[in-house]
């Protein structure tokens, strides 16, 4: 299976090492509007074959699949073309920057009849799919409430870079520069790990987002500092469960950390994931309950989704989650926007 990737920034690197640890699966091309970056990029990884346009790249059009790696208010754009193509693709999250354009994708990638993935990378924490399992068995009655959290403080610590100095980070933090801030970047995560978990979408959303001020004139060279930094959401789903979810990148003493609580009328779960590091614990069963005890439980190992996208374009069997998926995440997190545009 041939693979491209268009977008050579920093988070490229993540899709190059999972396919290239795959059997029967080549990189064949890298994609960037950055004739330097893509130069480097494919000297780095052994990439053959490099294109500054997607109208290139498609010109040549010796590869199957895609990974969309672009900043998020380039997907619409990016991918509308490949799909016209018949060429599979796995975008990165969220799908795109509105409900419409999402919708646009979702309707692309159908009529096309190519496999079609959203990078909602922590629906492989072993942790959540197992506790998603236990909750269709009915192992803790039906949910009545939740609480979750995805917990980052790159705003505080350089871990992973000075934001300050680097573009890598400085983009999220600028809506010019097609960032949903916080909300669009990872609280996208944390609206599928509630409701993937707890097996039921969103009805309803009432959000608070919140921008600080972060530097001078809230502006860096030419991004203005204007994307939420934390956003805290009251959260309504389909089955009648209620909850809260917050994030934030001002969490100090959290690198990358997800947490989801469930409340069942029969019995809890405890999805972590923190330190990089899946764990999961329930209280399950009658005299559990009634002791309030907690005790770990075992989570088997899963696929990862670029795993799952090869398999599912060799087998063209359709694979989870879906730009389906996406635009109904896509549309929870617009309707945060406008509730927090109306508080």
């Known amino acids: 299976m041939r693979i491209a990737i268009l977008g050579t920034g920093e988070m490229a690197r993540g899709h190059v090492d999972a396919y290239q640890a795959m059997d029967g699966v080549e990189i064949v091309a890298g994609i960037d509007t950055n004739p330097d970056r893509l130069a480097?990029?494919?000297?780095?990884?052994?990439?053959?074959?490099?294109?500054?346009?997607?109208?290139?790249?498609?010109?040549?059009g010796e590869f199957d699949a895609v990974s969309n790696v672009t900043p998020d208010g380039a997907h619409m754009a990016t991918t509308l073309p490949l799909l016209a193509a018949s060429k599979h693709v796995l975008c990165e999250k969220p799908l795109a920057t509105s409900e419409a354009d999402a919708e646009r994708m979702k309707e692309a990638a159908s009529k096309a009849g190519v496999i079609n993935m959203v990078n909602l990378s922590y629906r492989e924490v072993p942790a959540l799919v197992e506790a998603?399992?236990?909750?269709?068995?009915?192992?803790?009655?039906?949910?009545?409430?939740?609480?979750?959290?995805?917990?980052?403080?790159?705003?505080t610590q350089s871990t992973w870079g000075d934001w300050r100095t680097d573009d890598t980070w400085l983009?999220?933090?600028?809506?010019?520069?097609?960032?949903?801030g916080v909300l669009g970047d990872v609280g996208v995560h944390i609206l599928d790990f509630v409701t993937f978990g707890i097996g039921s979408d969103a009805r309803?959303?009432?959000?608070?987002?919140?921008?600080?001020?972060?530097?001078?004139?809230?502006?860096?060279?030419?991004?203005?500092?204007?994307?939420?930094?934390?956003?805290?959401?009251?959260?309504?789903?389909?089955?009648?469960?209620?909850?809260?979810?917050?994030?934030?990148?001002f969490a100090s003493g959290?690198?990358?950390?997800?947490?989801?609580?469930?409340?069942?009328?029969?019995?809890?779960?405890?999805?972590?994931?923190?330190?990089?590091?899946?764990?999961?614990?329930?209280?399950?069963g009658e005299e559990a309950?009634?002791?309030?005890?907690?005790?770990?439980?075992?989570?088997?190992?899963?696929?990862?989704?670029?795993?799952?996208?090869?398999?599912?374009?060799?087998?063209?069997?359709?694979?989870?989650?879906?730009?389906?998926?996406?635009a109904k995440l896509q549309a929870v997190l617009d309707r945060a926007v406008e509730s927090d545009a109306q508080s």
């Not at 983009?171 to 949903?180: E, F, M, N, T, V």
């Not at 030419?222 to 934030?248: E, F, P, R």
């Not at 950390?257 to 999961?280: H, M, Q």
């Open 40 to 60: 480097a990029f494919n000297e780095t990884h052994g990439i053959p074959n490099g294109f500054t346009s997607i109208d290139e790249a498609l010109a040549w």
């Open 132 to 155: 998603a399992r236990l909750v269709r068995e009915g192992q803790i009655g039906e949910v009545r409430h939740f609480e979750a959290s995805y917990l980052q403080s790159w705003l």
């Open 171 to 180: 983009w999220r933090l600028s809506s010019a520069h097609g960032s949903l």
């Open 204 to 249: 309803d959303v009432s959000a608070n987002l919140t921008t600080f001020h972060k530097a001078d004139g809230d502006k860096i060279g030419d991004y203005v500092l204007d994307a939420n930094d934390s956003a805290t959401m009251q959260l309504a789903l389909k089955n009648g469960a209620t909850g809260v979810v917050h994030t934030t990148r």
């Open 254 to 284: 959290h690198y990358n950390d997800l947490k989801l609580r469930i409340y069942g009328t029969k019995g809890g779960l405890d999805v972590r994931f923190e330190n990089f590091e899946s764990a999961l614990y329930g209280c399950l």
């Open 289 to 326: 309950l009634q002791k309030a005890e907690w005790s770990a439980l075992s989570a088997p190992q899963v696929a990862s989704n670029y795993q799952r996208f090869v398999e599912a374009c060799r087998a063209k069997a359709p694979a989870q989650p879906d730009f389906e998926r996406g």
